[in-house]
């Protein structure tokens, strides 16, 4: 194992944790300023991953489609907001749960109703197409630095929006106290709707950027969604400095422990043993430091208690 | 293959029990009577109009009953939301899977500090998945319950989804593939194969289990389990540590659910990870909704109203899960309480 | 659970009315909605145009979707047999359904034709004499696309496969006729779909070639990354991620990669220009392995008929084993224990006009059979 090797699997998970976070950062949004728990953030990301795909399909733009995803991932955010999601701010987690299992239920089917039991296509634009060599020699693609680059901006974003502009004054009061902001004339229906509909567009962003290089199909959400709770949890759900540091532990841990757990084993048994083993402990890898976390801090790393 | 009458005759004895137990002709111990009475006579019509797959079908909503019956303990009682009682189901579906894998291919399950063998006793692998059950959840439990709401919903979700890739990666027992059993395990005095003798089995099963948590919920326990659920300061006050509260209340539900994966395992003459699947939790959270939440016969009413919506809207387009989904959103929007909640007014009875 | 569609081919007034001889009652059990869903409609629909075509009034086809659960197929199999009294079953596309299912099925003496999968359990000590594989036993397209890498001079190849049964046996399959050296070995999740990780080591290992078995979507992303990745060497793999299905999904980044399949479209025999040709003016899109495979199927099933009463289960066995049908393979015979002796070809990805497709660019194994056959008694 060489350090070359063992840099690029840390870029690697580097990238997928920035990824992770797109996704997070909604969901724990979402619960920070309405308490509401949305299992369908999976299905935005769906959303957002096939309107890049039907965009950048017709169009040949790979920009437009990006666009798109934004856009359709937020569309889709404030309608099922309007009509479904507000009934439930007032409710109990259970029924937010069934709720939004409902939604996933109507989002996977109805896409595959327009779309066809097909996976999509859905391409890196020629322009990210290609790699670099990065110092020590690591041959990267393109894209995956762009993704790593774009994340960490649209992270920076976030942070500087929640901590100086005025619509981030009032999630934050919103986190704190609702019956405040209202009280101040906050109008908090738009509030909710907006902080809904960007969380969306995330989720619907992460699919577009990640369906360029994945398969663009039915069913692509739920995976990435149980993954971005493992992240809130660990960083602490509501935090949105807690889904960063969280998604990038995920990350890490999942591709860094994918790589060294087999090459771990190899050293204490024989090789295909190992590799068997080796695999199927990386596949729980993640869930372990969910429970070693909590065992620490039972409200995540940046929760409040 | 026909059994005889008396056979079937004798989840009707145990019937006659729980009606004497209703004293009071509420609208709710009505609905329950209606109900229990329904599951009984579609298989039995169904036995006698030599319909078998009508009492497989019924067969495996008693099941799902039951699965919910447990989620319904932690849920509506305790107030626990779980959304990984797949665990539990996969679990009691995977003991019976092993023990009867290792009594068929006669290996021993395990060699070495003691010897231990598979086993094709129902009674066996029912003892064995509860109580099995029961230690995955003190351990699942003691570490969610240090947290709660939403961390308790992901929390949970996340152990279930370990246990889903471990089961699969794990290529002992057959990883994604599963395992056959080629008969069902037996039962004695009873050939397991005949449907209506299973459904039997199933139906007692799922009548103990009700009375069991009847029973529980009017104990001190379920009331201090339902203070908690209310009060957590105060009956911290008394004295009570809701923490253990919880976690006793989860290792029932759990256990329950897990008996629950043993049948449906022994239903289907097959176990796979699929019983774990996030899916699978969040079909037996479904049934508990659409019953309505702490009705001990809610889940009852959830399941066969689940497989009989499955078994109607299949019909209907390749896209029925678009129906489905949206009958779902109708139920929490729109007819809070489930089914029972409609039919027998808002206020859920918690006993 | 039930998406139900019966299918009397033209004369269902003569079934009716029992004017002619008992026909056959057909159960298929097949993966129509969720993820997988493609496969079972290609299966289906290559199936039914060979029903379609055969023009026998005496074929009746149930049709029920398996959404890919194993518990919900065992379910549709006790209702096709409980309830509808199939005399056949067929249409599991999965490894894992199939074990769920076929036991029983067979042990309830119903004739099973599995149109597409082929664990190795049930061809060898699981075997059954009702039970009858037309596509091939799962380890036949690894080991041909071993022997393919052989012959292409790879000399250190690198392989890898999902954590799963039919991974293990891929990879198994694989090294059976592989001769060269392993530059690395690994099994991923199943379901992941980001091979970054993998990638990296594959550059790190100074592999000269890759075999990988990454069925459906994750071979779609693992091929998106792959050619991302600009690391360039040869690629083999099974059929599997390069059906008609999702070529279309990979796009440019498949194109050159070579696979091994028992079937394409453009196998020189009269009756696969007719299938494609008719499945296309049905369907209005090119036909897939999976079409393939239900359209023979089907067509074995119509000659048996031919020849035999269903009712009379020992006649009908020795005309299914008989495989008297124009297979869209050309030659096609069934071993001893009822999986295919057919050849095995190498594919390249190309281009024609706007749609990306296969075509066959030599043989990999010839009459090939599985190596199952020893430990099946029947």
């Known amino acids: 194992m060489s350090f070359t090797l063992l840099a690029e699997q840390t870029l690697n998970g580097l990238q997928f944790g920035v990824m992770l976070f797109l996704m997070a950062a909604g969901l724990t949004l979402v619960f920070g300023v309405m308490g509401l728990i949305n299992l369908a953030h999976g299905s935005l990301y769906m959303v957002g991953a096939f309107a890049a795909a039907a965009v950048a399909g017709a169009t040949g733009s790979f920009l437009l489609g990006l666009v798109a995803s934004l856009v359709c991932a937020a569309f889709a955010g404030v309608l099922i907001e309007v009509l479904v999601i507000r009934r439930l701010y007032e409710r109990d987690h259970l029924e937010q749960v069934l709720a939004t299992f409902a939604l996933i239920l109507i989002f996977s089917e109805g896409t595959r109703w327009v779309f066809g039991s097909f996976p999509l296509f859905l391409d890196t634009p020629a322009w990210l197409g290609g790699t670099v060599t990065l110092p020590f020699g690591i041959v990267y693609p393109v894209y995956r630095l762009a993704i790593i680059l774009v994340g960490l901006a649209v992270a920076l974003g976030l942070f500087w929006m929640i901590a100086r502009t005025r619509i981030g004054i009032r999630i934050r009061a919103g986190e704190n106290d609702r019956e405040m902001i209202a009280a101040l004339g906050v109008n908090i229906s738009l509030l909710y709707t907006f902080v809904f509909a960007l969380g969306a567009a995330l989720a619907g ?22 993954l971005a709770f493992v992240v809130i949890v660990i960083g602490g759900i509501g935090s949105i400095k807690g889904a960063f540091v ?25 090789p295909s043993a190992a590799i068997s083993v080796g695999a199927s402990l990386a596949s729980m890898s993640i869930y372990l430091l969910m429970a070693a976390v909590l065992l620490f801090r039972p409200r995540g790393l940046f929760g409040s208690a | 293959m026909k059994i005889q009458p008396d056979a079937a005759q004798f989840p009707l004895a145990f019937k006659t029990v729980v009606l004497a137990g209703f004293k009071a002709a509420k609208p709710e111990v009505l609905l329950n009577a209606a109900l229990m009475l ?36 932690a849920l509506g009682f305790g107030g626990l939301v779980s959304l990984g009682h797949a665990a539990f189901f996969g679990l009691g579906g995977y003991v019976m ?10 290996t021993a399950l395990l060699d070495w500090p003691f010897v231990i063998e598979g086993s094709r006793s129902m009674l066996v692998i029912w003892l064995v998945a509860i109580l099995l059950s029961a230690l995955l959840a003190l351990g699942i439990g003691a570490l969610s319950l240090r947290t709660s709401g939403v961390y308790f919903i992901m ?34 005095g009873l050939n397991t194969m005949a449907p209506i003798q299973f459904f039997a089995i199933c139906f007692v099963l799922l009548i103990l289990v009700l009375l069991l948590v009847k029973f529980l919920a009017r104990s001190a326990f379920g009331l201090a389990l339902g203070a908690a659920r209310q009060n957590e300061e105060r009956v911290q006050a008394v004295g009570q540590m809701p923490y253990r509260l919880y976690l006793i209340a989860f290792m029932i539900s759990g256990s329950i659910t897990g008996l629950a994966g043993a049948l449906f395992a022994d239903l289907n003459r097959f176990v796979s990870p699929t019983m774990f699947s996030w899916q699978t939790s969040g079909e037996i959270m479904v049934f508990v909704i659409l019953g309505g939440v702490g009705r001990v016969f809610g889940p009852v009413a959830g399941a066969a109203l689940f497989i009989l919506l499955e078994h109607s809207l299949g019909g209907l387009s390749d896209y029925w899960h678009v129906y489905l989904g949206a009958i779902l959103l109708g139920v929490v929007l729109f007819a809070r309480g489930g089914l029972y909640g409609m039919l027998t007014g808002r206020e859920a009875a918690h006993d | 659970m039930k998406m139900r569609s019966l299918l009397l081919a033209a004369g269902f007034v003569a079934v009716a009315a029992g004017a002619q001889a008992e026909g056959v009652k057909v159960g298929m059990i097949t993966t129509l909605s969720g993820g997988g869903a493609g496969l079972g409609i290609d299966v289906r629909d290559g199936f039914m145009l060979a029903v379609a075509q055969s023009g026998r009034s005496d074929i009746e086809v149930v049709i029920e979707d398996d959404q890919r659960k194993p518990d919900v197929a065992v379910q549709l199999a006790d209702k096709m047999i409980q309830s509808e009294k199939v005399d056949v079953l ?25 149109p597409n999968a082929g664990p190795s359990q049930l061809a060898g000590k699981g075997c059954n004499k009702n039970y009858f594989n037309v596509a091939w036993q799962n380890d036949n397209l690894h080991e041909a696309a071993g022997a393919y890498a052989n012959g292409a001079g790879h000399g250190k190849t690198f392989i890898l496969a999902p954590n799963y049964p039919a991974g293990t046996d891929a990879l198994t399959g694989f090294k059976r006729f592989y001769k060269g050296d392993l530059a690395g070995e690994i099994y991923t999740k199943l379901g992941q779909t980001d091979y970054a990780g993998e990638i990296a080591q594959i550059r790190a290992s100074g592999a000269d070639s890759v075999f990988f078995f990454l069925p459906g979507g994750m ?15 040869p690629v083999v793999g099974p059929a599997f991620s390069f059906d008609q299905g999702i070529l279309q999904a990979v796009g440019e980044a498949a194109l050159g990669v070579k696979n091994t399949s028992q079937w394409n479209k453009d196998i020189d025999n009269a009756t696969n220009a007719a299938f494609v040709a008719s499945f296309q003016a049905e369907y209005g899109r090119l036909p897939s392995l999976y079409a393939s495979q239900g359209f023979d199927t089907a067509n074995l099933l119509i000659s048996a008929m031919g020849k035999a009463d269903v009712a009379d289960a020992d006649a009908f066995r020795a005309a299914l084993e008989a495989a008297d049908f124009a297979s869209t393979r050309g030659d096609f015979a069934f071993a001893s224990n009822h999986h295919p002796i057919q050849n095995i070809y190498v594919r390249e990805v190309i281009k024609e006009g706007d749609v990306f497709t296969n075509k066959i660019i030599g043989l990999a194994l010839e009459n090939h059979a599985d190596v199952y056959a020893a430990d099946c008694k029947m």
């Not at chain 2, 009508?54 to 989620?71: D, H, K, M, N, S």
């Open chain 2, 38 to 73: 329904a599951l009984l006579a579609v298989p039995l019509w169904a036995w006698f109009a030599d319909e078998p797959f009508l009492i497989t079908l019924t067969t495996r909503a008693v099941i799902f009953a039951i699965a919910g019956v447990g989620l319904n303990f």
């Open chain 1, 205 to 226: 962003f992460a699919g577009a950027m990640i369906g360029a290089i994945q398969s663009v199909q039915v069913g692509m959400g739920e995976p990435v969604l149980i």
């Open chain 1, 246 to 270: 969280g998604a990038l532990l995920v990350g890490l841990t999942e591709t860094l422990g994918r790589f060294l757990l087999p090459e771990f084993f190899k050293l204490l048994m024989e």
């Open chain 3, 219 to 233: 071979g779609i992303s693992f091929l998106k990354q792959y050619a991302g990745s600009g690391l360039g060497l």
């Open chain 2, 155 to 188: 929390i949970t979700l996340a152990f279930a989804q370990m246990l889903y890739y471990f089961a699969i990666s794990w290529p002992a027992y057959g990883g994604e593939d599963g395992l056959s059993i080629y008969v069902r395990n037996s039962f004695p």
């Open chain 2, 97 to 106: 899977g092993v023990l009867a894998y290792h009594a068929q291919t006669y």
């Open chain 3, 90 to 114: 067929t249409g599991i596309i999965w490894s894992n359904l199939a074990m769920a299912v076929v036991p029983g099925v067979v042990a309830q003496g119903k004739f099973y034709l599995s």
